[in-house]
């Protein structure tokens, strides 16, 4: 058994700050001098770069779904090790699951973890009337350890006095309102920590308002977890994989990463919109926003050397807004621009969302960087379309969510794939990559 002073903070619903408060957190945590494991829960991308940046340590998401419940729990304790707390960002309200249920809901989390839930509450508007909703949340699922509350956007020392006169849970924050801290958003949520250092300028404010030693103390009140299984020796890399990161190119689970580097690859990372192509054996193109970097991404002579590496053969994977780098062509509001034209597609921007939520997905076509009928999940968040060739084909069918096509997903043409799920990757299928592109690299 393994001590993990831990903490989740939830939200009663979206929008009420918890954000800003649990980046306020972990900020002036580490401020302190503690080294600071965060968490994001579900599928998000864009929390976690945030917390990175704050802690110097990768975020990892905690999602029941992609990764069940066993899942869950080792890549906390694993990601734990080292760190005096693990701070958790829980996601929309505390109890909203899959369907309305409780699945993967941060409630749920919370169970798995064994661990205290510090809920955010907006007093906006309000005074003695949050104490009803706050105990409506601690008393709802008598499992789930609502054990302390942080009131945010309080209006004044008075407002406070007066939400402070009646005692519902302990109280461990009133926050004020700083809409000079506010960080801009755009179609796919928040704007990404390297364009914006606002978050981790909240920890000041968290310093000041809120009681930090008795968050700490909470933090050590939850129970020891097992400690994971032993991580077999990584192996020497025997393949090289190129990992698009940069603007267009930055929504990857570090899970992910890890098992990619744990199944052999050497990972390098490289900018497609401002470096030619390393000397790679296999390519992956995370999502991001190429949309919004068309004009570098179509000038960049990378885009000549990714559409003349799959001519050759390498292995391609890609999600998303890899998936659009692929095309022929990308359409948005500004212009048409030429795409690396592996995929026979071309793609459109909209201004309304094409999908959103969770994917199952079975591989049923022929592609080498997938496993042949193997199964996993993962989540679609986009407003682009494809529109396909007659001919095109595809990789994935879907048990769950839209895809590219309708339930089909995995657009192939050569030896790359390009699909709109955020795939959460199993070792198998980390592993089926490393070999497609050590195939490539005898050939």
Do not use: W
Request: net charge negative.
């Amino acid at each position: 058994m393994r001590p993990i002073p831990r903490i989740i903070v939830a939200g009663t619903h979206s929008g009420c700050g918890k954000t800003t408060l649990a980046s306020g957190l972990m900020a002036a945590l580490a401020a302190r001098g503690l080294a600071v494991q965060p968490f994001k829960v579900g599928p998000d991308f864009i929390d976690p770069t945030h917390h990175s940046a704050i802690c110097d340590r990768a975020s990892r998401n905690l999602d029941p779904f992609m990764m069940g419940e066993a899942g869950v729990r080792e890549t906390f304790v694993r990601a734990s090790a080292g760190a005096d707390v693990a701070v958790v960002e829980g996601a929309m309200g505390l109890y909203d699951g899959l369907e309305g249920s409780d699945t993967a809901s941060t409630a749920h989390v919370a169970k798995i973890l064994d661990a205290p839930v510090l809920l955010v509450v907006d007093a906006g508007g309000a005074s003695r009337s949050v104490h009803a909703m706050v105990r409506g949340y601690a008393g709802f699922d008598p499992d789930v350890r609502v054990a302390g509350v942080i009131f945010n956007r309080v209006g004044s020392a008075r407002h406070l006095a007066m939400i402070e006169a009646t005692q519902s849970l302990p109280v461990y924050g009133g926050v004020p309102r700083r809409k000079d801290l506010a960080v801009g958003s755009r179609h796919l949520g928040l704007a990404m920590a390297a364009e914006t250092g606002v978050l981790g300028g909240f920890g000041a404010v968290v310093e000041e308002t809120c009681d930090l030693s008795g968050i700490m103390d909470l933090a050590r009140s939850a129970p020891p977890l097992p400690a994971p299984s032993e991580t077999r020796d990584r192996p020497e890399a025997r393949v090289r994989v190129g990992v698009a990161n940069d603007a267009a190119f930055c929504f990857y689970y570090a899970d992910n990463l890890d098992r990619l580097a744990r199944a052999g690859a050497n990972l390098i990372f490289f900018s497609p919109m401002t470096d030619r192509l390393p000397e790679v054996d296999a390519l992956y193109l995370g999502g991001g926003y190429p949309e919004l970097h068309a004009a570098a991404l179509a000038a960049s002579r990378c885009r000549d050397d990714v559409r003349q590496a799959a001519d050759d053969g390498m292995p391609v994977y890609a999600e998303c807004g890899g998936l659009i780098y692929l095309t022929e062509r990308l359409t948005t509001g500004d212009g048409d621009y030429p795409m690396a034209g592996i995929l026979p597609a071309a793609a459109v921007m909209t201004d309304r969302i094409q999908a959103l939520g969770y994917v199952e997905a079975r591989v049923v076509g022929g592609a080498p960087v997938l496993t042949p009928g193997s199964a996993f999940r993962g989540h679609e968040f986009h407003y682009s379309r494809l529109d396909c060739a007659p001919d095109a084909r595809f990789a994935l069918e879907l048990l769950r969510g839209k895809g590219i096509d309708g339930g089909r997903d995995g657009l192939t043409a050569q030896n790359a794939v390009g699909q709109y799920t955020h795939a959460y990757c199993t070792e198998e299928s980390a592993g089926t990559l490393v070999r497609a592109a050590a195939a490539y690299r005898r050939s």
